[in-house]
């Protein structure tokens, strides 16, 4: 009974004791303020996101050559994404195409070949169906056509390829050149003011940085694209180029 008693009178003065210290700690102004300041200095850093910060540079980067930048990632960023869904629909399963010309050869003839070219999409079907087309006037004939039009298909994939390529060179140039634009307005400020005042330089060359900044970023961007359709075609045409040997050799082997 003893022991409760001594362990309830120790809760009771460690419970006082704890709110008399908080009561202290609120009451003393310096502690508050310091509490409040560190308080208003954390909230800006949690409140300013990424997409502010992106806005808030390019806003100084000047909306002239910055807007030309951002309308070169915009085109780039289009032609990219037809390009790669463009693609995509354009690979097909060439062993199961060519396993199933060989089979529709052997059972319904040309035409049947012809008619499971039709019902295929992508270009290798489209070679295929070219070849079998010409199969009539010889192997020989069947092979140029395959060739023929399989540098058509190649075009086909390779379109508007090259403005990808144009805005990747494009855009960091255009941001060394606001940097040089901006540089000398720099300098401007210094001649009219007369003194080499260290805020002048300083303004006028991160605002002049901003621009390379941003079409160097902007190249990046569409270089990793650039890289992964040019790997997407060069797949797709060594498929073609295949499949194409292939059904020459199923095309000889049927005439005999």
Same mark, same amino acid.
């Given at each position: 009974?003893?022991?409760? @008693? ?6 009771? @003065? $460690? ?22 300041? +560190? ?10 996101? @990424? ?16 807007? #030309? ?32 010309? !060989? ?7 040309? !035409?049947?070949?012809? +008619? ?20 009539? +006037?010889?192997?020989?004939?069947? !092979? ?13 994939? +390779? ?13 960091? $140039?255009?941001?060394? $050149? ?46 990793? @694209?650039?890289?992964? #359709? ?19 050799? #199923? ?6």
């Amino acid at each position: 009974m003893k022991k409760l @008693f001594v362990t309830l009178v120790m809760s009771m @003065f $460690m419970v006082s004791f704890t709110a008399n210290a908080n009561t202290t700690n609120l009451n003393n102004p310096t502690i508050s303020s310091i509490v409040q300041e +560190e308080e208003q200095a954390d909230a800006p850093a949690e409140s300013a996101s @990424f997409t502010q910060e992106l806005k808030k540079r390019f806003i100084e980067g000047g909306p002239g050559f910055m807007g #030309i930048v951002l309308i070169c990632l915009i085109l780039g960023l289009a032609i990219a994404i037809e390009r790669i869904i463009f693609l995509n629909l354009a690979s097909t399963n060439t062993k199961k195409l060519t396993d199933g010309v !060989e089979e529709a050869l052997s059972s319904g003839g040309v !035409e049947a070949a012809k +008619e499971l070219c039709r019902n295929t999409k992508g270009p290798v079907a489209s070679i295929f169906y070219q070849g079998l087309d010409r199969v009539d +006037e010889g192997v020989e004939s069947a !092979e140029k056509a395959v060739v023929a039009y399989g540098g058509v298909q190649m075009g086909q994939l +390779e379109k508007n390829v090259s403005w990808i390529s144009l805005f990747i060179a494009l855009a960091p $140039m255009l941001g060394f $050149m606001g940097t040089v634009i901006g540089m000398i307005q720099a300098f401007d400020k210094i001649e009219a003011a007369g003194d080499m005042q260290p805020s002048l330089v300083a303004g006028g060359i991160k605002v002049a940085l901003l621009t390379t900044v941003f079409g160097l970023v902007v190249a990046i961007i569409l270089q990793i @694209f650039y890289n992964y #359709i040019v790997a997407k075609i060069d797949g797709i045409v060594n498929d073609m180029e295949d499949a194409s040997i292939t059904l020459v050799d #199923i095309l000889v082997a049927h005439k005999k």
